[in-house]
């Protein structure tokens, strides 16, 4: 069953997950591949920019074919929704901002993972530990 790890960044800042999900890359480095899930064209140019020439990372948009992951890929979703094939990832990073626009669509995928039975992580991150 997928792990689901919950992040709730209390920024409000504008691509503030993007930064977030940038910051949590960085830290793990080439150990891990990713497949980095976003809604909006925005956000994707935003996403390419920090992680220029980072191989081990997939940027995916809302409406592209679903990757096939290894056993190694986890999934990052800035999504507004859980995507159809979040369960082919061993683990599943989902961000979500406390304080930002989309608080309920944000509630609304917690619910939907723990309703379904996943076991979840819940992270609250403070606005300083965001870049």
């Not at 790890?5 to 997950?17: K, N």
């Not at 592209?64 to 979040?86: G, W």
């Not at 992270?123 to 530990?129: I, L, P, R, S, W």
Request: include cysteine; charge should be negative.
């Amino acid at each position: 069953m997928t792990r689901v790890e919950f992040h709730v960044v209390e920024s409000g800042a504008s691509h503030a997950r993007v930064h977030y999900a940038n910051d949590w890359l960085s830290a793990l480095g080439k150990h891990v591949q990713a497949h980095v899930l976003l809604d909006d064209a925005s956000g994707r140019d935003a996403f390419d920019r920090l992680l220029a020439n980072q191989p081990h990372i997939q940027v995916l948009q809302a409406g592209d074919p679903p990757p096939r992951p290894d056993k190694q890929t986890v999934l990052i979703n800035l999504a507004h929704e859980v995507p159809a094939f979040f369960s082919r990832y061993r683990c599943a990073l989902d961000i979500a901002d406390k304080c930002g626009k989309d608080v309920e669509a944000d509630r609304a995928r917690y619910r939907f993972y723990r309703d379904r039975g996943y076991p979840i992580t819940l992270h609250t991150v403070d606005a300083q530990e965001i870049a």
